[in-house]
């Protein structure tokens, strides 16, 4: 077990950085390049560990060629994964690859690590059984590990519960192009997370296959993606750490080429720190944010249902603020890396937070002095992310397990010093 100490440098906040690519966008793009008929340019990569699955298998495919600012991909959409896919801990990996492996007659083995197969998958399973593919566990039924190879997939339409995980969507959508009869999805119920199936959709775009979306349903045809030279934006989700700082420190922080992901859903970010005080503008393609007394509301209610991957750091935002907050609409997270309302609760409890679970949501309210404590991430890298900001109000905070940042950001600590200062990391 290794533990977090931080020593952050007193006063507001006068820092310029960049963040990494995003790695939503980034899995995307590699799955359409890998089932071009052509070879594509991918830029802008970044190097966490949920890229570098999808990295890793293109890799032995042998169709993956480095160079200096990025990668080419010899794609063919007949090509067969490799047998086993070991997706570690990456839940968006290893729902994309499970469906790319059903457009193949070889078959394929998803796997993962524990905390991955305890996730559910079973309804993208059921929807590849029910367009044709053949998913046969492995382990316990709607979970890793499974094999999977394509039988003889038409597509058509297909309905499915839009309220569980918008990645079962998107890994449909990314496959149907080479559907004989292309796919049609209706959506059943309230959507989820339905910033992240349009970005599915821009992507495919940039790929040449256009498809058509209304709020209950998906079109995507019949049609071939077309190799291209692409470049990933910079992360939002991962943008709301140094934000989230900036909120709790107050100050000015410049974040550069953030302005080129303004499309994300997780720029929702820039809305919620303005309802906490702060303000920001843009200069060229830069986003700055000035905050000057730090975070101060009397209340705020967020539904966050299209940026969920923000609650954590927000969640670290509210017990700052100055009255009652409520983060809405997001019980589905609770199957994420980790349970993340929960798991964030129990955790800020030990700081002597004020902060609830709600069958939807969470509830806090903020508190100016913390207690010092031993923050466990739970094999969550947004987790450890956000409660590393909380040493910005007390140095004294310790965050357990901190190399789960790999996950998304590797270099997180190092990339923040500016923010968190050195940080010593005792095994």
Same mark, same amino acid.
């Given at each position: ?23 939503? =966008? +980034?899995?995307?793009?590699?799955? !359409? ?29 042998? #169709? ?7 990668? &080419? =991909?010899?794609? *063919?959409?007949?090509?067969? %994964?490799?047998?086993?896919?070991? &997706? ?10 499970? @469906? ?30 029910? $367009? ?29 519960? &839009? ?7 998107? &890994? ?12 049609? =999805?209706? %959506?059943?119920?309230?959507? #989820? ?34 190799? !291209? ?15 989230? @700082? ?6 000015? $922080?410049?974040?550069?080429?953030? +302005? ?23 200069? /060229? ?5 000035? !905050? ?24 670290? +935002?509210?017990?700052? !603020? ?5 983060? *809405?609409? #997001? ?13 964030? @609760? ?6 002597? +937070? ?25 094999? /969550?890298?947004? $987790?450890?992310?956000?409660? @590393? ?30 923010? %968190? ?5 005792? *095994?």
């Amino acid at each position: 077990m290794s533990i977090a100490r931080f020593s952050p440098p007193p006063g507001p906040l006068n820092v310029v950085m960049g963040v990494p690519g995003s790695k939503s =966008i +980034a899995n995307r793009a590699l799955v !359409c390049a890998m089932l071009t008929d052509g070879v594509s340019q991918i830029r802008g990569l970044p190097d966490g560990d949920d890229t570098e699955v999808v990295l890793k298998v293109l890799r032995e495919m042998s #169709v993956l060629t480095a160079s200096d600012d990025g990668y &080419a =991909i010899r794609g *063919n959409p007949h090509a067969s %994964l490799p047998g086993i896919v070991d &997706a570690q801990l990456a839940g968006t990996s290893s729902r994309f690859l499970t @469906a790319v492996a059903a457009l193949s007659h070889t078959f394929t083995v998803i796997d993962g690590a524990e905390p991955l197969r305890s996730r559910p998958m079973g309804d993208l399973h059921d929807a590849l059984v029910q $367009l044709g593919a053949k998913i046969e566990p492995l382990g316990d039924p709607g979970h890793l590990p499974v094999s999977v190879s394509g039988g003889a997939i038409t597509g058509g339409r297909i309905s499915m519960k &839009a309220d569980v995980s918008s990645q079962f969507v998107s &890994a449909l959508m990314l496959i149907a192009p080479y559907f004989s009869d292309g796919l049609t =999805i209706e %959506l059943q119920g309230p959507q #989820v997370s339905s910033s992240y199936i349009a970005m599915t959709a821009r992507v495919m775009a940039s790929f040449g296959v256009s498809v058509v979306m209304s709020e209950h349903r998906i079109e995507v045809p019949h049609m071939r993606y077309q190799p !291209c030279e692409y470049v990933v934006e910079p992360d939002f989700s991962s943008a709301a750490f140094p934000i989230v @700082a900036l909120l709790l420190r107050g100050g000015e $922080l410049r974040i550069r080429d953030l +302005a080129l992901a303004m499309h994300q859903g997780d720029a929702a970010i820039l809305d919620i720190a303005r309802s906490m005080g702060a303000s920001w503008h843009q200069v /060229d393609n830069d986003i700055v944010i000035a !905050c000057p007394t730090g975070a101060h509301v009397d209340s705020l209610s967020l539904g966050m249902a299209d940026c969920s991957d923000l609650v954590p750091a927000v969640a670290v +935002a509210m017990t700052h !603020c100055v009255g009652e907050g409520s983060i *809405n609409d #997001v019980g589905f997270i609770r199957n994420k890396e980790s349970d993340r309302l929960g798991d964030v @609760a129990a955790e800020l409890l030990k700081t002597g +937070a004020i902060v609830a679970v709600e069958s939807d949501g969470l509830s806090l309210r903020g508190r100016p002095k913390f207690t010092s404590a031993l923050l466990g991430t739970h094999h /969550d890298h947004r $987790l450890a992310m956000s409660f @590393a900001l909380l040493s910005l109000l007390d140095a004294s905070i310790l965050v357990d397990s901190p190399e789960v940042v790999s996950k998304s950001w590797p270099h997180y600590f190092e990339d923040m010093a500016d923010i %968190l200062g050195p940080v010593h990391i005792e *095994n």
